[in-house]
């Protein structure tokens, strides 16, 4: 059988022809020029209705742990909207996850933060890049060429495969042919007791309602428990000293138990004769406290005067009063009488002439029983001294003042004094030498 020749009308020599026409395209349309960008093959071709990078693209590469199908060429896309396109796939250095390069759209710009994430169109689309939004704000920054999204911001959708094998093992191992068993169980248990299993479900709701209401009150109790447990961890030792020596005082309890429950019987009878007895003298325990108040009220009215009192008893006779009046091997009484307002006082009778010196022979001796005078005795008032006259009537003889007796009374004695005066005596002196 003769093969027809494609090309009709022609013979060897045109086909010869026609082959070799058609090597010398081939050969010029694989034939790379001077200044045109390199061809890696058909992925190199950008598919059509691809996103329109425009004259300035910037370049940003994103870290994934796994690519899976997704190819060159491929779509990159804001909110479903394409912005740009992946121009290589490689793997990352130094660690096991995927780089993935992408040239985007000059006039998009993309916050600093920005996340990757890999999807698919559809159930049997192609994989895409997505970028989300962040979460937080970064303050104006923006993605610029060069920019890398690390490992920590991309993630990916789950595939078909993943879907279909967990369907599978809960088809297969999850027990799916126990359903109608475990449904017709429940509606056994359950039937005829809607009531009952609707207030059990209102009772369980408020409990998760007080749970909740409780949550923090319940965490500090778990966080106490927790600082409990270690304390007791890191006291193991002595804890379990303390359960060891335990042992022979709880034995020693067992043994004790029928004292300990006749002492305790005991306690209780005593509890009751001593709640009786206090019913019974109830009034009479009122009537002693209220006796008693006016002592505690006269206590609390003394007030200081009774620890000062005190003070002074434990000191008699000689008070700390006393031993400021002992000067030397003497006890010192002082003693300062007052005229009644209203008293005439009468003055010394002190002659107008001149007094006689001391050496005058005339002048008597001292008397050697006359103590001396105290320096701390204060001197006598001149008009307060009354003179000293004579028995008998006439005038009294001017003579000079004369010191007040030591021991006598300090009222004196004469014609001129005027009944119900009284005087003033000071620098009494009294006592005896002291053992």
């Given amino acids: 059988m003769k ?56 370049t940003v ?46 006039d998009i710009r993309l916050p600093a933060d920005a996340g990757a994430r890999l999807q698919q169109s559809s159930l049997l689309g192609e994989k895409f890049i997505e970028l989300t939004a962040p979460t937080e704000d970064t303050g104006g920054a923006r993605l610029t060429d060069g920019s890398t999204i690390p ?40 039937g005829g007791r809607e009531p009952e ?28 428990v927790n600082r409990l447990s270690a304390t007791l961890a890191g006291r ?19 043994e004790q138990r029928g004292s300990l429950l006749t002492m305790l019987r005991a306690l209780d009878t005593l509890s009751d004769v001593t709640v009786s007895t206090v019913h019974a003298s109830k009034d009479d325990m009122v009537a002693d406290l209220k006796a008693l108040a006016p002592t505690l009220k006269a206590l609390a009215d003394a007030g200081t005067d009774l620890p000062d009192s005190l003070q002074a008893l434990l000191t008699y006779p000689f008070t700390d009063e006393v031993m400021r009046g002992v ?16 008293t005439q006082v009468i003055p010394p009778l002190v002659p107008q002439s001149t007094p006689t010196p001391p050496s005058d022979p005339g002048t008597p001796p001292a008397d050697p029983d006359t103590p001396p005078a105290d320096p701390d005795v204060p001197p006598a008032d001149p008009d307060t001294t009354f003179g000293r006259g004579t028995s008998g009537s006439g005038p009294a003889k001017p003579t000079s003042p004369l010191p007040l007796p030591p021991v006598h009374s300090a009222t004196p004695a004469g014609p001129s004094a005027t009944p119900g005066a009284t005087g003033t005596a000071t620098g009494a002196e009294a006592g005896g030498k002291t053992p």
Wanted: aromatic share 4%; no cysteine.
């Fill in 61 to 106: 590469t994103a870290e994934l742990t796994d690519v899976l199908s997704l190819v060159p060429q491929s779509a990159v896309k804001v909110n479903d909207v394409a912005v740009g396109r992946v121009t290589e796939i490689r793997l990352g250095t130094g660690s096991w996850t995927a780089r993935v390069t992408m040239k985007i759209n000059g």
């Fill in 197 to 224: 299993v609707r207030s059990m479900l209102e009772r369980v709701n408020t409990l998760v309602t007080d749970l909740d209401a409780h949550r923090e009150d319940i965490t500090r109790a778990l966080d106490g």
């Fill in 236 to 254: 193991k030792e002595d804890v379990g000293k303390v359960l060891t020596n335990l042992a022979p005082g709880l034995k020693a309890l067992e």
């Fill in 327 to 342: 000067k030397g091997d003497y006890l010192n009484t002082y003693l300062y009488i007052a005229a009644v307002p209203g």
């Fill in 151 to 190: 490992l920590s911001r991309t993630s990916r959708n789950t595939e078909v495969e993943e879907v279909f094998g967990a369907l599978s093992l809960l088809l297969n191992g999850g027990g799916v042919n126990q359903l109608k068993t475990i449904s017709k169980e429940l509606n056994a248990a359950l």
């Fill in 3 to 58: 093969r027809r020749s494609p090309f009709p009308g022609k013979g060897t020599g045109a086909r010869a022809g026609g082959i070799v026409a058609l090597g010398a395209v081939v050969v010029l349309t694989v034939t790379v020029l001077p200044g045109l960008p390199r061809f890696d093959g058909i992925e190199s071709l950008p598919l059509p209705g691809g996103a329109d990078l425009g004259s300035h693209p910037y």
